[in-house]
């Protein structure tokens, strides 16, 4: 006797073809989006915007060109940076760097602010990791919009494959192979180097052709990391970040200075403070979305930063900021970083009369903290 065969019609193999097709079309139509740049709605009081390449034109129709937004008060003053997305999985500075862009009114000087200053880490997410593609705001009218989740380091098929060892172009400080996609790495950056170093290098270019006096770095760090809820400042403006943390902890936002380390290269507030005469200064708020304790790493975790494990964490002393019940929800983290902006800006002010830097509609620490961040975003037309 023989074996039967199970019966294979036509009708079915039909069927799977045409879900395989279907899979096969939603996974690439959500692959491409993470490859279109985000819907960005500038305030009227941006008064002009340039892209990365225009500093760097090797950088045009690839994935390390991205735009750049410039707010002039019309009155003499500082020209100060924000940079945020050098990490975009660093969920609060790209969003602080947008609001600036969407909102804020500048009465003194002239900002420039780089809201995905890596956007090829914007075109991937980490794929073993589970962690969103897209992260949604709610506008507070029943719309929403959705911003690329990002990873930490350059997408792999924009530089690959990654070596052994990572050698700091500038010094040869040898780190790990994977950090050669790490753009804060690669400060200040190489003209013919790789993927990051030619991007660092359009960065440092923007910092010097437009005289920038001042420039913050906003980040976020794992909660079990001990530099967190802080600003890293370079010496030669150690005063000026000192100044601004103490006007800080009088609105009861708790943050600490620690200077660059010296021996630590390839860092924006390392590199750029030694290369260019900008102060330079990056700030950490908590991101529990990054760190390694956490639990299901979805928008919401990104958005409402609530984690069990964090909390248990936190209970047996495993984390360097307090993390109860509530989390650390993005509006707050936010809150931190646009405080964490105007005090520097203040100080600076004050340290540098003759170049004034004043903002018009920055909202207060508690009045940010208590507001989703949505709120703070333009809505489509």
């Not at 707050?332 to 340290?351: D, P, Q, Y």
Request: overall charge negative; aromatic content about 10%.
């Amino acid at each position: 006797m023989t074996k039967q065969q199970p019966k294979f019609n036509r009708v079915t193999a039909l069927v799977i073809s045409v879900l395989v097709a279907l899979a096969t079309v939603l996974g690439y139509t959500s692959f491409a989006r993470l490859w279109e740049h985000d819907i960005i709605i500038p305030s009227p009081h941006v008064t002009a915007i340039k892209w990365l390449s225009d500093y760097f034109p090797p950088l045009k129709d690839s994935a390390g060109d991205t735009r750049i937004f410039i707010i002039d008060s019309g009155e003499p003053g500082g020209t100060v940076s924000v940079m945020g997305g050098t990490h975009p999985d660093e969920t609060s500075g790209f969003m602080a760097a947008l609001i600036l862009v969407e909102k804020i009114q500048l009465t003194k000087g002239r900002l420039i602010v780089i809201p995905q200053c890596n956007n090829s880490a914007f075109t991937h997410s980490f794929p073993q990791e589970a962690t969103p593609q897209f992260i949604r705001h709610d506008l507070g009218n029943g719309q929403y919009r959705s911003f690329r989740g990002g990873a930490r380091g350059v997408n792999p098929i924009h530089y690959w494959p990654d070596p052994e060892v990572f050698s700091h172009y500038q010094t040869g400080q040898k780190l790990s192979g994977e950090e050669v996609r790490n753009l804060n790495r690669a400060y200040p950056g190489v003209e013919n180097g790789t993927f990051a170093e030619r991007v660092a290098f359009a960065l440092t270019k923007v910092i010097l052709e437009e005289k920038v006096d001042l420039n913050i770095d906003l980040h976020e760090a794992w909660p079990e990391y001990p530099f967190i809820n802080a600003m890293g400042a370079h010496q030669k403006n150690a005063d000026m970040a000192t100044l601004a943390a103490l006007e800080m902890r009088m609105e009861d936002v708790d943050i600490r200075v620690e200077m660059s380390p010296e021996k630590f290269r390839g860092l924006t507030y390392r590199e750029l403070g030694d290369y260019t005469p900008a102060w330079t200064v990056l700030a950490e708020t908590p991101g529990p979305g990054i760190g390694r304790i956490r639990g299901i790493t979805d928008e919401k975790l990104f958005v409402e930063g609530k984690d069990a494990f964090y909390v248990e964490a936190a209970r047996l002393g495993r984390t360097f900021i307090p993390y109860g019940e509530e989390g650390w929800p993005l509006n707050v983290r936010v809150a931190r970083h646009l405080t964490t902006v105007e005090s520097l800006c203040r100080v600076f002010s004050e340290l540098n009369p003759e170049k004034p830097f004043s903002f018009a509609n920055m909202p207060a620490y508690s009045e940010a903290a208590a507001t989703p961040v949505g709120r703070y975003l333009n809505v489509p037309q």
